[in-house]
């Protein structure tokens, strides 16, 4: 157990993934008093005992203040979390998401587990998120955006657009797990020796990403290297190349806009090359701030509506 808190928390956040559970004593004002993290994400929750891994990591902070509420978003309200909570359709903004969350209670604590966020395409086919939506409306918070073009890269990665401070429509691109597949289990990633940056590739690979069908423009990693074109030590930085060029050019951004790219390491400096390669600004913003900033709001709008700013 960790040494008590010098202040009493109004509500414990909690960001619960796939692979990782990250929770933060809070208060009001945003300030975090501590935080936690651990390798203790849903995947690894064999007994679903989930009360089990809160105990465990913030049992301290629960025993020592026995009113405070918690509030969690991320996978843990999935379908195969601890209790599925239904998608908000866009726009979305954080009354929205408090008003959908599903409520339990724990040793006598309020617990709530907010809902992802949907949206429809013109032929009515779904495209979903859960707790990328809470970094998006934190931003409105944290960087006052209340209109902007947002890209969350990742295994899946988003591109999002807020408009009057809410979260009014994303798409989701699996390029981080295509590039997985083929760099890993494929023939043309058999050709490649190696993962280490190639500048020159990856910009070849942004550009054939970007004017060519992706299949077409795949493969050209495959033809190019068999013939000689292409270093098998560069082949994996121009198929990096190619999965991005082709996710950029499939959106439709406003000249002179500028995209927020919500990441860190290796993805937020192959996306900034990419985007600044094809001319399109960009700005970076750190996504652990983001998603406290949309963790508060919820709580605030759950259980404190009625106290003083």
Known sequence: ????????????????????????????????????STED????????????VIRRSCGDWLSANPQVPIVLCGMVGSRTGWAEA????????PAGLAEQAIHMTMDGHRLAILPG???????????????????????????GLSDAVICIPGTHCKWARLHDGALAEFRTFVTGELFQLLRNQSLLGALADGDAYDAAAFRRGVTRGADYPLSH????????TLGGTLTPTALSSYLSGILIGAEIAAQTIPDGAEVVLLASGVLADRYAAALEFRGIPSRLIDAKDATR???????????????PA
């Open 1 to 36: 157990m960790g040494a008590k808190l010098m202040k009493n928390p109004d509500f414990i956040a909690v960001d619960w993934g796939s692979t990782a559970f990250r929770a933060w004593a809070m208060t009001l004002d945003g300030a975090v008093l501590e935080a936690k």
């Open 41 to 52: 994400g849903l995947k690894s929750i064999t007994n679903r005992d989930f009360e089990a």
């Open 86 to 93: 239904p998608y908000v359709d866009c726009p979305v903004l």
């Open 117 to 143: 966020a949907c949206t429809r395409n013109a032929h009515g086919d779904l495209d979903v998120m859960r707790g990328e939506e809470l970094q998006l409306l934190g931003l409105v918070q944290t960087a």
């Open 217 to 224: 423009a795949v493969f050209a990693a495959r033809a190019n």
């Open 293 to 307: 900033a949309g963790l508060l709001l919820a709580a605030q709008q759950l259980w404190f509506q009625d106290v």
